[in-house]
């Protein structure tokens, strides 16, 4: 072999690691995040709960339609991971918005917002969120739904609720946090009007309202049978939301019940409708428009999604609030 073919094989060889190199670099590089910092927040579709507004008022049952989803995890997106305050100001951008988040403890028992008890599918992490202290989980960096590394970082839970006051309301769900965690966490943060709680049981629900009487709560109340429980609960329907399934019942009278008693439906279609979507199933979210209208026809007055930047738009773009809800969109027509 010449020096010539040694030096052009040495050159490929050079060439070839360098691409490698880049290749991998180019992997591992973070999706910077369009939002928090860098978004005009003017521009946020914001619901004005506050001291002259409260959550009961919005979320109460009228014959007028409400122009809001629940974003299952804030609505996670690629570039936008679950439970994440960049994801929550994406979503507001398209839509109006109650944030279904998921609570954890930590090691030293500080409350984080993320879905899995595992870190491995949404974080650069390993391990169990709980076996982890709050200062090695903001280490970690966040994944969006692709799996991409971003520059975002787990939330904690008093993160969340100074980011939503004033923009949009927090649900929270239990995970590892129980009722009298959540309820304190809400209480000590004066934050009443805009945070509310999934309770799971009917005794849940009563330990709340005994602890603090101005909570909301949304409740599982999938059927007659159940309503007629939780009538005998004695706590107050103004401070439910009653969740009735991802497959709405049948019953027409059920959503009467409810709506008798002040209180909204809500359904989900993160199990069903949503994974048409997201699959591929089919073309685009429009074509299943008859199929989401036909939810709201039923009786549903909130739909949990995982795709709230699609279905708001499909759903409300056309949006006229009237009446005392009104006060709470103020970016919308009257």
Same mark, same amino acid.
């Given at each position: 072999?010449?020096?010539?073919?040694?030096?052009?094989?040495?050159?490929?060889?050079?060439?070839?690691?360098?691409?490698?190199?880049?290749?991998?670099?180019?992997?591992? !590089?973070?999706?910077?995040?369009?939002?928090?910092? +860098?978004?005009?927040?003017?521009?946020?579709?914001? /619901?004005?709960?506050?001291?002259?507004?409260?959550?009961?008022?919005?979320?109460?049952?009228?014959?007028?339609?409400?122009?809001?989803?629940?974003?299952?995890?804030? +609505? *996670?997106?690629?570039?936008?991971?679950?439970?994440?305050?960049?994801?929550?100001?994406?979503?507001?951008?398209?839509?109006?918005?109650?944030?279904?988040?998921?609570?954890?403890?930590?090691?030293?028992?500080?409350?984080?917002?993320?879905?899995?008890?595992?870190?491995?599918?949404?974080? #650069?992490?390993?391990?169990?969120?709980? !076996?982890? #202290?709050?200062?090695? /989980?903001?280490?970690?960096?966040?994944?969006?739904?692709?799996?991409?590394?971003?520059?975002?970082? @787990?939330? #904690?839970?008093?993160?969340? @609720? !100074?980011?939503?006051?004033?923009?949009?309301?927090?649900?929270?769900?239990?995970?590892?946090?129980? $009722?009298?965690?959540?309820?304190?966490? $809400?209480?000590?943060?004066?934050?009443?009007?805009?945070?509310?709680?999934?309770?799971?049981?009917?005794?849940?629900?009563?330990?709340?309202?005994?602890?603090?009487?101005? @909570?909301?709560?949304?409740?599982?109340?999938?059927?007659?049978?159940?309503?007629?429980?939780?009538?005998?609960?004695?706590?107050?329907?103004?401070?439910?939301?009653?969740?009735?399934?991802?497959?709405?019942? #049948?019953?027409? &009278?059920?959503?009467?019940?409810?709506?008798?008693?002040? &209180?909204?439906?809500?359904? %989900?279609? =993160?199990?069903? /409708?949503?994974?048409?979507?997201?699959?591929?199933?089919?073309? &685009?979210?429009?074509?299943?428009?008859?199929?989401?209208?036909?939810?709201? =026809?039923?009786?549903?007055?909130?739909?949990?999604?995982? $795709? *709230?930047?699609?279905? %708001? *738009?499909?759903?409300?773009? !056309?949006?006229?609030?009237? %009446?005392?809800? =009104?006060?709470?969109?103020?970016?919308?027509?009257?």
């Amino acid at each position: 072999m010449t020096y010539r073919h040694i030096s052009r094989s040495l050159a490929c060889q050079v060439i070839f690691s360098i691409a490698i190199i880049w290749a991998g670099q180019l992997e591992a !590089q973070p999706i910077p995040p369009d939002a928090v910092a +860098g978004v005009d927040t003017r521009s946020l579709k914001k /619901l004005n709960v506050g001291d002259a507004a409260s959550l009961p008022d919005l979320l109460h049952y009228s014959d007028q339609p409400l122009p809001i989803v629940s974003a299952h995890r804030g +609505g *996670p997106m690629v570039g936008y991971p679950e439970n994440c305050l960049a994801t929550f100001e994406h979503t507001l951008l398209h839509t109006y918005a109650l944030m279904e988040v998921d609570p954890r403890l930590t090691k030293d028992g500080q409350i984080v917002l993320h879905h899995d008890a595992r870190l491995e599918r949404t974080t #650069t992490g390993t391990g169990l969120v709980a !076996q982890r #202290t709050l200062a090695e /989980l903001q280490r970690l960096q966040l994944k969006d739904s692709a799996g991409h590394i971003t520059n975002n970082s @787990i939330p #904690t839970l008093d993160e969340a @609720i !100074q980011w939503a006051r004033g923009k949009a309301i927090l649900v929270l769900d239990q995970k590892d946090v129980p $009722i009298e965690m959540r309820v304190k966490a $809400i209480t000590e943060r004066q934050a009443e009007r805009h945070v509310m709680v999934i309770v799971y049981s009917f005794k849940d629900a009563k330990k709340c309202y005994e602890l603090n009487n101005r @909570i909301m709560m949304e409740v599982m109340v999938p059927n007659q049978e159940q309503l007629q429980l939780f009538d005998e609960t004695g706590v107050s329907w103004k401070n439910v939301v009653a969740f009735v399934g991802h497959d709405p019942p #049948t019953d027409p &009278s059920l959503f009467d019940e409810i709506h008798k008693r002040g &209180s909204l439906c809500m359904a %989900g279609t =993160s199990r069903n /409708l949503d994974r048409q979507v997201l699959a591929g199933a089919v073309p &685009s979210i429009e074509k299943l428009h008859d199929e989401y209208k036909q939810l709201l =026809s039923v009786g549903v007055n909130l739909i949990e999604t995982d $795709i *709230p930047t699609q279905l %708001g *738009p499909l759903l409300f773009e !056309q949006a006229v609030v009237v %009446g005392p809800a =009104s006060r709470f969109f103020a970016t919308l027509p009257r």
